[in-house]
T-cell receptor
Framework: AQSVTQLGSHVSVSEGALVLLRCNYS??????LFWYVQYPNQGLQLLLK??????LVKGINGFEAEFKKSETSFHLTKPSAHMSDAAEYFC?????????????FGTGTRLTIIP | DGGITQSPKYLFRKEGQNVTLSCEQN?????MYWYRQDPGQGLRLIYY???????QKGDIAEGYSVSREKKESFPLTVTSAQKNPTAFYLC???????????FGPGTRLTVT
């Protein structure tokens, strides 16, 4: 069965500093991987996705993630944090069976930006 | 604009009452999903449907029911058998092969 682990339920960074949110996955087949962002009392918005093309994936709002098969990781980064980045971030994996559209989500990382 | 709508945004019910949460999409997506979100637990899948008139239980289906009579609609009923129904409920849809899911704005249900 597939699974996702997000290290750190809370991360705080200063405005302008590097953002690094960690995600490790487990999957029996080559995975599809996603990062979503959620602002308070809202639904989830797709930031970026990995679908076995380029290992470095660029997303919206300046975020990017690198797929590392040897480390089973898909960490999310942004070079310079902005106050508007404060939100909860979820990593998700899909890929157990072709045609099975279920995603498995991590428990989320709440990002706080310090002015 | 295409998207997913959920109504209402906030819902209050007394214990022992069934309640139905609405989810409508105009993205022409085949697959639809219901998730429950509780603090610190991420998203947990309740039910999903890959085609009209067919649906499957997710990881926490007990106490919930769904129907999929139309491609655009996937309502969720929280029954009185659900022991802890207070939560934030999210509906999502996907077109299929690309596997990314699009989410609605959510409904916050409070049962007292």
């Amino acid at each position: 069965a597939q699974s996702v682990t997000q290290l750190g339920s809370h991360v705080s960074v200063s405005e302008g500093a590097l953002v690094l949110l960690r995600c490790n996955y487990s999957s029996s087949v080559p995975p599809y991987l996603f990062w979503y962002v959620q602002y308070p009392n809202q639904g989830l918005q797709l930031l970026l996705k990995y679908t076995s093309a380029a290992t470095l994936v660029k997303g919206i709002n300046g975020f990017e993630a690198e797929f590392k098969k040897s480390e089973t990781s898909f960490h999310l980064t942004k070079p310079s944090a902005h106050m508007s980045d404060a939100a909860e971030y979820f990593c998700a994996v899909s890929g157990d069976n072709f045609g099975n559209e279920k995603l498995t989500f991590g428990t989320g990382t709440r990002l706080t930006i310090i002015p | 604009d295409g998207g997913i709508t959920q109504s209402p945004k906030y819902l209050f019910r007394k214990e022992g009452q069934n309640v139905t949460l609405s989810c409508e999409q105009n993205l022409n997506h085949d697959a639809m999903y219901w998730y429950r979100q509780d603090p610190g637990q991420g998203l947990r899948l309740i039910y999903y449907s890959q085609i009209v008139n067919d649906f499957q239980k997710g990881d926490i289906a007990e106490g919930y029911s769904v129907s999929r009579e139309k491609k655009e609609s996937f309502p969720l009923t929280v029954t009185s058998a659900q022991k802890n129904p207070t939560a934030f409920y999210l509906c999502a849809s996907s077109i299929g092969a690309n596997r990314e899911q699009y989410f609605g704005p959510g409904t916050r249900l409070t049962v007292t």
